[in-house]
């Protein structure tokens, strides 16, 4: 399939990861390896066999809708990068493209 | 200096029941032991490095509270006093939880695992966070953002990973016992290259509330110990359901310490997987797996040969599977609310800050698997890579269950090959995966699996392991042929394998 620079280029802004140029020419080669690799999946001929997403069957849990102590706000902004009036300060979010 | 001559050694080298024991009857304080342990990490550990984070006062004071205790005649626990390294995944309030990335350098987490709760309950003492691959994705311990840890048999030598720091402090006598996590075999292939004990519980056994996920689906929190007994007893201190874990299994964990006490393998059908050996394993490492084979058979087991033809494709499975579950993971990883924040100017906007701050926190392996997951899910490709996965992922569990069918446990060599050098593939990505080449279907099919220390191979003397692998919920099986490979293996060589460890001290 050869993976180019551009190709990973363009993952790594899908997975918000701004790549340097030299980091582009040393992972393009080397993602095209593995995914030549790991495409022997489709090999197997799987048609009808239904996936599994998870080792053991899984059934949805319930609880009790009840009151429980939570983490104080000063607890959860202690690790925020910047915090002001007890709330997460964030850089802009607005007049950006999608 | 041997291990014999070095200071403390009379304490350090003691097992986790001995210790216990002692603590209990008064013969040792909890805090000499504590004190001991701590002492032989200053020592050794600027060496081994297999601590990111050593929480000396703390550990202290916890071992004088268990000590007050049991003078005042309170019930313990059955490990009290006795200290223990936790993976640095596993969030312990008033310690920093780093995994061993710098995207979260310094950063204190605000509540406890609930292993480090049970631990902690368990009047445990935690001497400090174990040195890992970033976020769990390596074996080797060399993708840490902190430094490698190095194998206490050969110190140029990788420990093995992502627990490789877990296993280390264990083999260099650091802790007695050590938690880890397995997500693809990094308890077990680290247990194999050091020479020690490692389980990985069946998925669902113990709790990942508090294990900061890679990926999700296949996870689990598992015990490191230096004897399989040891082992047992702390797989029952932190196995068992978990309401805060919405895949923690509702049942009773199989008594694993009768099982590892017991040692008993007569009339157990143990089934040899054809796959896993031949082309690409050393010749010491099936060369030791053979005669641990007939040893089992020589204590009353029946040995069979099962095949599991679509254990082949296990390992590109995973290597879509466990990208693309992290790539999501590691999306909160977003430089909001936690951790690194880089290139908030004023100006940037928030995704390209995120942009910026994943660029400069994560290393080289992490971006891989990010974007190999990115691919594997994008339309277009999902359904001939993920959903491929996920279809084949259901054929290796249906070998498991025909294997099943025939014996009671399945073995393997744990990894195909033992100890290489730092440095030697951290280049080379396909070859640094093919180190989980027999501990990966243990993880998609969610059963329990070990890995015990069965000798060196005679070509580097350097430690093998030995995979068993037993179904869901029968974790029990894996500590009777445990038990008694390393009961056998014991009386044959005079002593544990770690008896002919070089000392890591005289290494200063």
């Given amino acids: 399939m050869a993976l180019t620079a551009e190709d990973v280029a363009n993952l790594a802004r899908l997975a918000r990861i701004e790549l340097s ?26 048609q009808d066999i239904p996936p599994t997403s998870h080792a053991l069957p899984l059934t949805n849990v319930f609880r009790e809708d009840e009151l429980r102590p939570s983490l104080s706000r000063e607890q959860v902004l202690a690790g925020a990068p910047a915090a002001e009036q007890m709330r997460f300060r964030v850089p802009k979010i607005l007049g950006e493209e999608a | 200096m041997t291990l014999a001559e070095a200071p403390n050694a009379e304490i350090i080298r003691q097992t986790a029941v001995d210790l216990a024991t002692k603590i209990k009857s008064g013969e040792l304080s909890a805090v000499e032991v504590t004190r001991s342990h701590l002492d032989r990490i200053a020592e050794v550990d600027g060496e081994i490095h297999a601590f990111l984070y050593v929480d000396g006062e703390r550990a202290l004071a916890s071992a004088a509270r268990v000590d007050a205790k049991i003078a005042a005649g309170e019930p313990v626990g059955p490990l009290a006093g006795v200290p223990l390294a936790l993976k640095d995944i596993l969030t312990y309030t008033g310690a920093p939880t780093t995994c061993g990335s710098k995207i979260l350098q310094g950063w204190l987490p605000p509540y406890d695992a609930t292993v480090t709760r049970r631990l902690l309950d368990h009047d445990m003492v935690i001497l400090g966070k174990t040195n ?26 990788i420990p093995g990973g992502s627990g490789g720091g877990s296993a280390a402090a264990v083999a260099a006598f650091e802790a007695p016992l050590a938690i880890g ?7 077990r292939q680290p247990a194999a290259v050091t020479g020690t004990v490692g389980v990985k519980p069946t998925y669902g056994g113990s709790s990942r509330y508090g294990l900061v996920a890679l990926a999700s689906s296949l996870d689990q929190p598992g015990p490191c110990a230096r004897s399989v007994l040891d082992a047992a007893l702390l797989h029952q201190a932190i196995a068992g359901h978990d309401p805060c874990d919405s895949t923690s299994i509702d049942q009773p964990v199989p008594d694993v310490v009768t099982a590892a006490r017991s040692a ?7 089934g040899v997987v054809t796959e896993l050996g031949g082309e690409g394993y050393a010749p010491g490492v099936e060369q030791r797996f053979n005669e641990a084979v007939e040893l089992l058979a020589s204590l009353g087991a029946e040995i069979i040969e099962v095949s599991c033809p679509h254990f082949v494709y296990a390992l590109p499975t995973y290597y879509l599977i466990l990208p693309a579950e992290c790539s999501s993971n590691l999306a909160k990883f977003d430089a909001m609310r936690f951790g690194l924040r880089v290139g908030d100017d004023g100006f940037a ?94 993880n998609l099919a969610g059963n329990a699996s070990a890995s015990f220390p069965v000798g060196l191979a005679p070509e580097d003397g350097l430690p093998v392991g030995f995979q068993v692998m037993a179904p869901p919920l029968a974790d029990d099986r894996l500590y009777r042929v445990g038990g008694a490979l390393e009961a056998a293996l014991h009386s044959a060589w005079n002593g544990p394998l770690l008896d002919r460890l070089p000392d890591p001290g005289a290494l200063r």
Wanted: aromatic share 8%.
């Fill in chain 2, 349 to 442: 906007s928030a995704e390209q800050v995120m942009a910026a701050t994943r660029e400069a926190g994560f290393g080289a392996e992490v971006k891989r698997r990010i974007i190999i997951g990115t691919y594997a899910l994008s339309s277009g490709y999902y359904e001939a890579y993920y959903g491929q996965a996920q279809k084949v992922r259901t054929l290796i569990s249906r070998d498991f269950d025909q294997a099943f069918s025939q014996a009671d446990v399945l073995v393997s060599p744990s990894t195909p090959i033992t100890a290489f050098k730092i440095g030697e593939k951290v280049d080379d990505p396909l070859a640094m995966y093919r180190n989980d080449l027999c501990t990966i279907p243990s």
């Fill in chain 2, 181 to 187: 996590t397995d997500t693809g075999g990094s308890i």
């Fill in chain 1, 21 to 46: 140029e030299a980091e582009l020419e040393v992972l393009a080669p080397q993602l095209d390896v593995i995914l030549e690799s790991v495409a022997r999946v489709s090999d197997v001929a799987a």
């Fill in chain 2, 132 to 157: 890992l691959d970033e976020f769990a994705m390596g074996s080797s311990t060399e993708n840490s953002a902190y430094g490698p840890t190095r194998n206490p048999w050969d110190t140029s030598r």
């Fill in chain 2, 264 to 270: 008993d393998v007569s009339r157990m059908k143990i």
